[in-house]
């Protein structure tokens, strides 16, 4: 092939980078990192805002905060780094060049675009819509039309992955079927294809009525295409960051999935059934039926949470598997006692699992549920939930991955690396805090997206009691710690990427793949063993995972049953 | 070997479970049916579950069919300068809410014990009724009608503020439900 397809291996990890694929992973991170620190700052304000004692913000300037720090963390930083991901997974696990890296750059440069286009429609102040942007409520023209750039731009990005697909089975670059991750990166592409249709469905028609060439849009049909867009993009990160947690479990541990045949089912599942949950959102609406909301809402019968809920098992399972053979094979705990909790890819990816499942999981099947919606609709538990999903679930795992990608991607040595061992507990223990208060301010009735639960100089000024200003206070002082530890990663990052120490390899030189990749190895004919011998107990490769999981199991039926008492407490409805 | 090469058995698909696979599989399946199975449950046998009846309204409708519930069983006004009506509607009869930018109109006196037939409707944007402190949120949209048969249960003052974000003054979005023996 004619085509110039340079390649390197990095020295450390053994990786091989395609180098146009590898310099579209770089600056996709950067762009994302860029986004993050815009939204970290952006935290500050919403944070000292619903903080009351500080009160910080006035309203306008508060719900313009509210609505750029929403776009830039949950769409700019997340599918930025997602796009990276994917290239990742695709180009670099599959030792394959990247299918078109023209496209990607203009895909790249859309974003970018789109990113700059929503980010200034929202300055002007005039789109102060929040990041759902409900209609009949309208914004300027440019908020829909920078989403709508971006939204293209992330489809031509997905396609570029599933044409890398393509040239790496056609170019025989690896053998048998592909890696879990990548199966797992293929799983949050498709999601992304759906997601972004859904998004040109409702957005494109949006930006028209936002330019006066169509006559209405109806409340109802945006929420409800909206959230096919809006939730099914929070579907992507779910897929990703477990293929990340799959990647570092690989990475730092030579973890082996413990059957490929239940992983890749569960991803399955997530493919078929997540797209539902647009329906989440509408459970407190008029004008939909019981059956289509109790079908949707529960996934058909809750098989996306049954993958999660594999997944949560299966990816400490590999740990422990991988522990127990290095030795680590004493009682039920010795294995995660052992851990490498002071490397910050571990740790990351750790506490994004236990956060994940604990509290957005549970939390998120609470809302989730048609009846139990009533009591938490709208409420700071739905903030709560999603920053224990998004951010200590996604974004932490996805930092967790940063630390590995710096030396073998940027081939930089991480600075500060002292404080990028305290970097994931300070984040991620903050973040589990300000979860657990705006759920708690949220149980006690505290509306979201609110600048004064004091309603001050009203004459109907309602009284929220002491304990849900305790838990904003509380979500306050969390909030605080927590940028703190964002801070930290993004001083950490970028001192690394810019300014970091260069890792030089004597002797290393890029290969080019003309001249020949070392053929991928033929797997090794190994004999099909479901038993390992010799490791764990009671029948069990991983005891100490089937504990944990039963202690969740435990905490997820209590938790359960104590809402529907909460529910049967309230005026009867019909 | 890893979650980042390739299945090292090209049939990976055969290999068989692991007993602790097989039984969290199991046992998450049961428990996502019993979650799946608890919302049909509780519209049989549970009191509260939110109505599916909603009609499409015209807003200048739905004012005058709130105007003249107003008209009839306006018993006083309230909030000071504000001079909002409060009206007692007898027990099971259709009672209205208006949601708009930046009010809940009127203001409704239940009797505790009893059901009303509440209509709630948007006039402009999307708002939330959220009824403190029983913690009860339901979306209301523009232009449609939504039904709800509620049995207030205690006496008391309860406020119901505006918890869907509906624009600069959507925090001052607030009012009152009276509940009386």
């Known amino acids: 092939m004619s085509v110039n397809r340079m390649f390197r291996t990095?020295?450390?990890?053994?990786?091989?980078?395609?180098?146009?694929?590898?310099?579209?992973?770089?600056?996709?991170?950067?762009?994302?990192?860029?986004?993050?620190?815009?939204?970290?700052?952006?935290?500050?304000?919403?944070?000292?805002?619903?903080?009351?004692?500080?009160?910080?913000?006035?309203?306008?300037?508060?719900?313009?905060?509210?609505?750029?720090?929403?776009?830039?963390?949950?769409?700019?930083?997340?599918?930025?780094?997602?796009?990276?991901?994917?290239?990742?997974?695709?180009?670099?696990?599959?030792?394959?060049?990247?299918?078109?890296?023209?496209?990607?750059?203009?895909?790249?440069?859309?974003?970018?675009?789109?990113?700059?286009?929503?980010?200034?429609?929202?300055?002007?102040?005039?789109?102060?819509?929040?990041?759902?942007?409900?209609?009949?409520?309208?914004?300027?023209?440019?908020?829909?039309?920078?989403?709508?750039?971006?939204?293209?731009?992330?489809?031509?990005?997905?396609?570029?992955?599933?044409?890398?697909?393509?040239?790496?089975?056609?170019?025989?670059?690896?053998?048998?079927?592909?890696?879990?991750?990548?199966?797992?990166?293929?799983?949050?592409?498709?999601?992304?294809?759906?997601?972004?249709?859904?998004?040109?469905?409702?957005?494109?028609?949006?930006?028209?009525?936002?330019?006066?060439?169509?006559?209405?849009?109806?409340?109802l049909?945006?929420?409800?295409?909206?959230?096919?867009?809006?939730?099914?993009?929070?579907?992507?990160?779910?897929?990703?960051?477990?293929?990340?947690?799959?990647?570092?479990?690989?990475?730092?541990?030579?973890?082996?999935?413990?059957?490929?045949?239940?992983?890749?089912?569960?991803?399955?599942?997530?493919?078929?059934?997540?797209?539902?949950?647009?329906a989440h959102h509408l459970l407190a609406d008029p004008g939909l039926t019981s059956h289509w909301k109790i079908f949707n809402t529960s996934y058909a019968m809750y098989l996306a949470v049954l993958a999660s809920m594999v997944h949560g098992l299966t990816v400490p399972g590999s740990i422990e598997v991988a522990q127990r053979q290095k030795g680590f094979n004493h009682g039920l705990f010795e294995w995660l006692r052992k851990a490498p909790w002071s490397n910050p890819a571990f740790s990351s990816m750790f506490m994004s699992?236990?956060?994940?499942?604990?509290?957005?999981?549970?939390?998120?099947?609470?809302?989730?549920?048609?009846?139990?919606?009533?009591?938490?609709?709208?409420?700071?538990?739905?903030?709560?939930?999603?920053?224990?999903?998004?951010v200590v679930g996604t974004t932490l795992a996805f930092m967790g991955l940063t630390y590995f990608l710096i030396p073998v991607l940027f081939r930089r040595e991480i600075t500060f690396p002292k404080m990028a061992q305290w970097q994931p507990y300070v984040f991620g223990l903050a973040m589990m805090g300000v979860s657990l208060f705006l759920m708690g301010a949220g149980t006690l009735g505290v509306p979201r997206r609110h600048w004064d639960i004091g309603f001050a100089g009203n004459a109907f000024a309602h009284e929220f009691p002491g304990a849900a200003w305790l838990m904003m206070a509380l979500a306050g002082i969390t909030g605080i710690i927590a940028i703190v530890g964002g801070g930290m990663y993004l001083l950490i990052t970028v001192w690394s990427v810019f300014l970091g120490k260069k890792i030089q390899t004597p002797g290393f030189q890029h290969v080019r793949a003309k001249d020949g990749i070392a053929p991928a190895p033929k797997p090794v004919a190994a004999a099909i063993a479901a038993h390992h011998p010799g490791i764990g107990a009671g029948g069990m490769v991983a005891p100490g995972t089937f504990a944990l999981a039963m202690v969740f199991l435990t905490a997820f039926v209590l938790y359960y049953f104590i809402n529907w008492k909460y529910l049967s407490t309230v005026w009867p409805l019909k | 070997m890893s979650a980042i090469l390739p299945p090292q058995e090209r049939v990976w698909w055969k290999q068989p479970l692991d007993r602790v696979e097989l039984i969290w599989i199991v046992v998450a399946l049961i428990w996502c049916l019993i979650m799946f199975f608890m919302m049909p449950y509780w519209h049989i046998y549970g009191q509260q579950n939110l109505s599916n009846e909603a009609y499409r309204s015209k807003p200048e409708d739905f004012v005058r069919k709130t105007e003249a519930m107003i008209a009839q069983y306006k018993v006083r006004e309230d909030g000071g300068d504000l001079k909002v009506p409060v009206v007692r509607p007898p027990a099971g009869s259709d009672v209205y809410m208006v949601a708009q930018l930046w009010r809940w109109y009127p203001i409704l006196e239940l009797e505790a014990g009893k059901s009303y037939r509440i209509h709630l409707m948007s006039l402009d944007w999307l708002h939330g009724f959220s009824l403190q402190p029983e913690n009860i949120n339901i979306q209301v949209h523009p232009g449609y009608e939504h039904v709800l048969t509620v049995t207030p249960t205690n006496p008391g003052t309860y406020s119901i503020i505006c918890n869907e974000y509906c624009g600069i003054n959507h925090h001052t979005m607030v009012s009152r439900l009276y509940v009386v023996k």
């Open chain 1, 221 to 278: 049909m945006y929420r409800t295409v909206w959230w096919a867009f809006g939730h099914s993009s929070q579907q992507i990160n779910v897929s990703a960051h477990v293929a990340v947690w799959y990647a570092v479990a690989a990475i730092v541990f030579g973890a082996k999935p413990m059957s490929e045949k239940v992983s890749r089912t569960a991803f399955l599942l997530y493919i078929l059934f997540l797209q539902l949950a647009s």
């Open chain 1, 353 to 390: 699992l236990i956060g994940f499942g604990f509290l957005g999981g549970i939390s998120g099947v609470m809302m989730g549920t048609e009846q139990l919606n009533l009591i938490i609709h709208n409420t700071l538990y739905v903030p709560g939930h999603f920053h224990a999903t998004v």
């Open chain 1, 10 to 219: 990095c020295p450390t990890s053994g990786l091989v980078f395609h180098e146009p694929a590898e310099k579209l992973m770089r600056w996709n991170a950067v762009a994302a990192v860029v986004s993050l620190l815009i939204g970290g700052l952006l935290a500050i304000g919403v944070v000292l805002t619903r903080w009351q004692a500080v009160h910080l913000l006035p309203p306008d300037r508060f719900y313009q905060y509210l609505t750029a720090h929403g776009l830039n963390m949950l769409v700019f930083w997340i599918i930025f780094f997602e796009i990276a991901v994917l290239y990742f997974a695709g180009s670099t696990l599959l030792k394959a060049r990247l299918a078109t890296p023209k496209m990607a750059w203009a895909a790249f440069w859309l974003m970018v675009l789109g990113a700059l286009v929503n980010n200034y429609s929202v300055l002007r102040g005039d789109s102060s819509v929040m990041f759902t942007s409900y209609a009949p409520m309208g914004a300027h023209p440019t908020f829909y039309l920078g989403l709508i750039l971006f939204a293209v731009g992330a489809l031509i990005a997905c396609f570029v992955f599933l044409g890398t697909l393509v040239v790496a089975k056609a170019e025989r670059t690896y053998h048998g079927s592909i890696p879990l991750v990548t199966f797992g990166a293929v799983t949050a592409a498709i999601i992304a294809i759906f997601t972004i249709a859904a998004g040109a469905i409702i957005l494109i028609p949006t930006f028209l009525w936002s330019v006066g060439l169509v006559p209405t849009i109806d409340s």
